[in-house]
């Protein structure tokens, strides 16, 4: 600390950067006994060298020395245990990763084992470009394929995947991650489900590139329970936007019919509350495999009359899309089925008053072959008319 301080009075970034690494390796909380000289000022200048705003001449030179010295991997180690010197410890970060051989001063171990840190200390831009140089000149994407498969890395993972397009080791990180998602208990496709995380887009990306993943019984009954919840909650979740449908096409052919089967039951059972959201979810899912087919007077009798009884402008909408993509629903259904869902529908149209409403039902009444006759709403068009039959 003695040393620093003389050298920062001095100006001399570059004795400052080499009295730096001892300290931050050592003693990166700064707590030296000796307080001998003017280590006592000197350890000022520390805390303040390591401050929200690291002197960008200090950062520099020191990220030259910490590369000079490959001790890029003890500086990430010491950033993870002191909070203090997370700054600087950023600052260098960044200026390595603008070299083209940043690859050489951090090894992948120490990117997998800090991956969190990484995410909290440097850009999206940077940290994608450190892991597209590990990629394609160090060990990342095979060394990957060694190590345990770990669902709070499915960012790394996905980042990874995007690098390594054209690599030769490809095809083995492939299937190191569809053996390790396939591995994933119930409880953590769950938990990743409810949050929307990275590993949900990490299916949904494999299933974009043609990869067969295969998912069975775990996310089959963890997408189950999360359907519930939804439906319960009526409440859509976050994080995939779109492509959340895609999930269930990395469930093997076997599951992916069962859940929509079984979802299709849960939907049934609750059919006296809201179903935008699941619909939102998984209602092309329904439509494509076929499932509502299967039950088609339950579907109407049960769950469809329920949606005109309500009478939201949103879920009418929907199930008159949903009518249109898929007509043999209601002509597989019972006459009776049939005929009692005319006259809801009609009745329907009848109460209200809002015109969305109306329009979206007369839609699902030419599906149906009711006819609705609409009262006039031109009184003086009718009057003009009889004026001049009455002329004639």
């Given at each position: 600390m003695?040393?620093?301080n003389y050298?920062?009075?001095k100006?001399?970034?570059?004795?400052v950067?080499?009295?730096?690494?001892?300290?931050?390796?050592?003693?990166p909380?700064?707590?030296?006994?000796?307080q001998?000289?003017q280590a006592?000022?000197?350890?000022?200048k520390?805390?303040?060298i390591?401050?929200?705003?690291?002197?960008?001449?200090?950062?520099?030179?020191f990220?030259?020395?910490v590369?000079?010295f490959?001790?890029v991997d003890?500086l990430?180690e010491?950033a993870a245990?002191?909070?203090?010197?997370?700054?600087i410890?950023?600052?260098?970060?960044e200026?390595?990763?603008?070299?083209?051989?940043?690859?050489?001063?951090l090894?992948?171990?120490?990117?997998?084992?800090?991956?969190?840190?990484?995410?909290?200390?440097?850009?999206?831009?940077s940290l994608?470009?450190?892991?597209?140089?590990?990629?394609?000149?160090s060990d990342?994407?095979?060394?990957?394929?060694d190590?345990?498969f770990?669902?709070?890395l499915s960012?790394?993972?996905?980042?990874?995947?995007?690098?390594?397009?054209?690599e030769?080791?490809?095809?083995?990180?492939?299937?190191?991650?569809?053996?390790?998602?396939?591995?994933?208990?119930k409880?953590?496709?769950?938990?990743k489900l409810?949050?929307g995380?990275h590993?949900?887009a990490?299916?949904?990306?494999?299933?974009?590139?043609?990869?067969?993943?295969?998912?069975?019984?775990?996310l089959h009954e963890?997408?189950?329970?999360h359907?519930?919840e939804?439906?319960?909650?009526?409440?859509t979740?976050?994080?995939v936007?779109?492509d959340?449908?895609l999930?269930l096409e990395?469930?093997?052919?076997?599951?992916?019919?069962?859940f929509?089967?079984?979802?299709?039951?849960e939907?049934l059972?609750?059919?006296?509350?809201?179903?935008?959201p699941i619909?939102?979810?998984?209602?092309?899912?329904?439509?494509?495999?076929?499932v509502?087919?299967?039950?088609?007077?339950?579907?109407?009798?049960?769950w469809?009359?329920?949606?005109?009884?309500?009478?939201?402008?949103e879920?009418?909408?929907?199930l008159?899309?949903i009518?249109?993509?898929?007509?043999k629903?209601?002509?597989?259904?019972e006459?009776?089925?049939?005929q009692?869902f005319?006259?809801r529908?009609?009745?329907?149209?009848e109460?209200?008053?809002?015109?969305?409403?109306?329009?979206?039902?007369?839609?699902?009444a030419?599906?149906?072959?009711?006819?609705?006759?609409r009262e006039s709403?031109?009184?003086?068009r009718?009057?003009?008319?009889?004026?001049?039959?009455g002329d004639?």
């Open positions: 003695h040393h620093l050298a920062y009075e100006g001399d970034y570059e004795a950067s080499l009295c730096l690494i001892p300290i931050i390796e050592f003693v909380e700064g707590n030296i006994q000796n001998q000289g006592p000022q000197g350890r000022q520390y805390n303040q390591l401050g929200n705003n690291p002197p960008e001449e200090i950062v520099a030179m990220a030259n020395e590369r000079e490959q001790k003890e990430l010491k245990e002191a909070s203090n010197v997370k700054k410890v950023s600052g260098v970060m200026s390595l990763i603008q070299q083209e051989d940043a690859y050489q001063h090894s992948s171990s120490s990117v997998v084992e800090h991956y969190d840190l990484l995410q909290e200390m440097l850009s999206p831009e994608q470009n450190l892991i597209r140089q590990l990629v394609k000149n990342l994407l095979r060394a990957r394929v190590w345990e770990n669902a709070n960012e790394l993972y996905l980042q990874i995947l995007e690098a390594s397009q054209g030769e080791g490809r095809e083995a990180f492939i299937k190191f991650l569809t053996n390790g998602l396939r591995g994933l208990p409880e953590t496709w769950l938990e409810n949050e995380d590993l949900i990490l299916v949904i990306i494999t299933v974009k590139e043609g990869i067969s993943v295969e998912l069975g019984k775990n963890a997408l189950l329970e359907a519930k939804i439906l319960q909650d009526e409440t979740p976050s994080g936007d779109g959340w449908g999930i990395g469930l093997s052919e076997i599951y992916k019919k069962t929509l089967r079984d979802l299709l039951e939907i059972k609750q059919a006296d509350v809201m179903q935008i619909l939102n979810l998984y209602g092309n899912a329904l439509l494509k495999y076929g509502l087919q299967e039950q088609a007077d339950r579907v109407i009798r049960v469809f009359t329920q949606i005109v009884d309500r009478s939201d402008v879920e009418i909408s929907r008159a899309q009518m249109n993509e898929q007509p629903i209601f002509l597989q259904s006459p009776e089925t049939q009692t005319r006259e529908v009609h009745n329907a149209w109460e209200t008053g809002d015109e969305q409403l109306r329009q979206q039902l007369e839609a699902i030419n599906l149906v072959d009711l006819e609705l006759e709403s031109e009184p003086e009718e009057i003009a008319d009889s004026e001049h039959g004639e």
